[in-house]
């Protein structure tokens, strides 16, 4: 067993055992940091990997809460039903909005991205009598259960978002070094030397996006799973950009790296809040000392520095 | 209300929305077109300059005239010089790289954010105009076998709106007067076409950048102050003006100047237009989707050049 | 449902304590009980106060957050609750459904307190109900949405004291038929808030005789207005508008220089302009209009000594703003709710004899078989009646005109006028 795998594996059997030595407090917590950092994965695979900057990926997020939340509510679905309901539809609007915005480059497939995000918000926020818009509507409890387990549980969360993330981790520590990870990661650095060396790029991008939206949407169904609430709220600007915050500070293009900035910025506003009731003024200060000091996020930082085999 | 009027009526108020939209969508269009960076933070120098127009008038609580002239000069300079300072002291050490400047800008957009609920407050305050008289507008109608004027129910505009379009359309003239006719303008252009050469010319590219971000951040400033009386100053208003200047700056061509007020007018009057003959969130959602298939299918926007 | 568990009716801590003093075990009882009374009752009761702090709620929040503070210590003044001090733990939502929940969870367990209370905005309340249900912390809401009394909430959440939406909207019909015109158009926000009002005040208008000519549907993120006002037919007796947000006087200037000199009669709800002057310039063509106001702003020929002391508790004027800085407009028409849910919070803890955290299933029992709240110092908005099987209080609205810049009351609805059928029971569910 090579290093990688290791020390994801590690790090798994680590958060399993969190669950028994933290607080009840930080225990829930990390289960939510689980979650969030799936969707971090998610965006690092688009943008750390590919080098494709989307400002659009709440919509991804969006569709699979939707998905599971909505086939939950108005349907009856049970767990592993909606689950598939959501990836099958996450997988539909990114291979959908990927044909379309892979048509762009740059700065104008950020916009084109956001733009289909803002679309699917306002799409979300009109059928309030299936989604309730703005409010949102909490999902049934009895339902969020899954082979006898209750969802809604402390160590029944904990242990759904745990299985979850480490699938999500193996999923991606695969993919990055299968050659379609490594082609998309000679996408990410040299793109016209890609398609001399005879990749397809326009598909292989094609392939991150819907496994990204994929991923994203994988959270968005579970966070309603497993907190209860699906609104419109999170598929709105604001969760678009939390990805890129994660996967930066984190260090975008390291398999853990959306795990350690999802921690570290759920955090810094938990701990920044209780201090001071101006704790976006921190979070932004300390957005910035980063981008100035550690331009790789930390990770990324770690692995020029001292760790080169960092995956 | 009849269909012409009707028209006329949502013409006449997308033009208003198009003429702050091209100011502010102008200052990030020169940002980009010179510096090649994404300033997320844009909409926060916007909000910023409505909420100095505020305490300007505030302040001088003399005659709303004065307070309005007084927020027109001092909102764009404090804004302007804010916003370069924080080029110096933050994406010049940065070296504009273009990820990193977007986390930074973010970064910058929290502290302006936060900075100005806790001295300006969460509340929505409204500025006086200088002058504002409802100004009804006749209509010609097809009358007994001649041509007549009449003054349809509802078809009016406000005075202080006409000035709103009459002093976008100046401040976009002396803009393009300073950039084409000054040597200010003229080094501003330079560093835009090739800033290694500039700066083997002797240019110093690093203040220059930073009077570009300056600028862009003041004239985000000026539409605020512009815009104020007609809606009003709130902390969080930068959102939207961020957004719908992204897609103007893309849709006009990434860094061209007439590219912009293009796209602004094109974006404004049919957001006014749109409204006349549909269900209107329909219409939004729609117009959102419509605008990003025109960059799917152009790219490099109206009149932005092919991408080489 | 998950289980169908039906507690024995009528068991609550008192009342089994009732049973243990008359029983032979009269003497265990009062043998054991002091120690555990006395290392339970030096520390202050907690609760956990989610105040909108930061985002688009801010405004609400400041003014909830003085209110509550006014009211914690009128509680404390008065000897706490059971012998015991109050402490308010006050904890950010951002105005976030996300961080609503975390702020429950953090509530219930790390910062140890015995219940949660406070927020207006529903995406936030709604976020947040499911996680307070999981870890059993009573969560009393200052949020006036119906999603309490709709249903979709849980055992552990309550609205005591502030009425819902579908209870405002209603008691508003007789109103504006009687006295405004029978050709409504209606201007709302074109999301849930705006649908809630679409449906039940179209619904309660027509049962009026009354018809809708028009309705207007405004897409969120709108800044401009005058374009959509052609759309109002020329028939239209009343306009009813209910937009929120700071694009809110944008609207009501645009919508006064759309009509010039002749208009409709203009019915409109107060949300939209809480925190915010009335004597602000573009306001000036709400002159003679009317407004829905959960309490009235200014104070009225006939206010009660009740909402005169619950103004120099909180430090508002007589024009409803703070009295250290008379533009700092306050968000009268809500907050009371915060007031009158505490002293609930109050009246619920001392009628469970609550000790601990062990108590929250009696303390819900207590508040659920509240009933009548009269017109007091606990509840200077008016007399409530509370449902305890709907989770829901039903009170008096109010409808004030605007004259001379200031909202002078034109009536007040009754109680009935604001009842509909229960759409849940919650005390069937199990804790």
Partial sequence: MDRALALHLGVIAALGLAYFVLPAYHAGNLARIMVLAIYAMGFNLAFGYTGLLSLGHALFFGAGMYGLALSMQHFGAPTLPALLIALVASALVAAVVGALALRTKGVAFMIVTLMFAQAGYLTALYFSAWTRGEEGFVLPQALRRFAGFDLSSAAGRYFAALLLFALTLLLIGAIVRAPFGRALIAIRENEPRATMLGYDVQRLKWFAIIVSGTISGLAGATYALLFGYAGASFAAVPYSILPLLYVLLGGAGTTLGPLVGTAFMIYLFDLSSSLTDAYMLIAGVVLVLLTMFLPQGMLGTLRKRALPWLP | ?308 | MTQKLIPPSGFTRRGALKTLGLGAGALAATTAMPGFIQAQSSAPIRIGFQVHRTGIGASYGRWYDRTSQAAVKRINDAGGINGRMVELVPEDDGTDAKRGAEVIEKFATQSNCDVAFGTLFSHVVIGSAPRAGELKLPYFVVSEGHHVASGMLNRYTLQPGITDVKSQVQAMAPFVAANLGKKVCMIFPDFAFGHDHRDYFSAAFEAQGGTINAMIAIPPTETAFTKYFPQIPRDTEVIYHVMVGPAVLTFVKELGEFFGPSRPELFGFIDSLEAVDIASPGLEFLEGSYMWEGNPRYAQADQTEYDKAFRAAVGVDDNGASVSDSRDISTYAHMFGCWETLNIIKAGMEASGYQGQGDRAALIEAVEAMSAMPLGMDHPQGAKIFNGKTHQTFGHQYITRVESGKLLLAHTTSIEDTLYEDEVDYTTRSF
Avoid: C
Wanted: no cysteine; charged share 10%; hydrophobic share 60%.
């Fill in chain 2, 1 to 308: 209300m009849d269909f012409g009027p009707h028209l006329m009526l949502a013409i006449l108020e997308g033009a208003v929305t198009a003429a702050i939209l091209a100011l502010t969508a102008m200052g990030l269009s020169v940002v980009f077109g010179v510096m090649r960076v994404v300033n997320v933070a844009h909409g926060e120098f916007y909000m910023l300059g409505a909420v100095i127009a505020w305490f300007v008038a505030t302040t001088l609580g003399a005659h709303p005239a004065l307070g309005f002239v007084a927020a027109l000069i001092l909102a764009p300079l404090l804004v302007g010089g804010l916003a370069a300072v924080a080029d110096m002291l933050i994406l010049q050490r940065i070296g504009y790289d273009p990820e990193r400047t977007i986390v930074a800008t973010i970064g910058m957009l929290y502290i302006i954010q936060q900075g100005t609920l806790m001295t300006f407050g969460p509340d929505a305050r409204p500025v006086a105009p200088p002058f504002n008289s409802r100004i009804p507008l006749p209509w010609l109608e097809w009358a007994e076998g001649k041509l007549s004027f009449y003054y349809p129910w509802g078809l009016s505009i406000t005075s202080y709106k006409l000035f709103v379009i009459a002093a976008a359309a100046l401040i976009l003239i002396a803009l393009w007067l300073f950039m084409t006719r000054t040597r200010a303008g003229l080094v501003m252009r330079a560093t835009q076409q090739d800033s290694a050469m500039a700066q083997a010319f002797g240019i110093p590219v690093g203040r220059v950048y930073a009077l570009v971000f300056g600028l862009g951040a003041a004239l985000a400033a000026m539409g605020a102050v512009l815009v104020v009386p007609i809606q009003q100053a709130h902390y969080l208003m930068g959102h939207d003006p961020l957004l719908l200047s992204f897609i103007v700056v893309i849709i006009g061509g990434l860094g061209s100047l007439p590219g912009t007020v293009i796209a602004a007018v094109l974006i404004g009057v049919s957001d006014g237009v749109i409204s006349v003959f549909f269900s209107p969130t329909l219409a939004k959602i729609t117009a959102t989707l419509a605008v990003a298939m025109v960059l799917v299918f152009r790219p490099q926007g109206l009149l932005g050049k092919k991408a080489h």
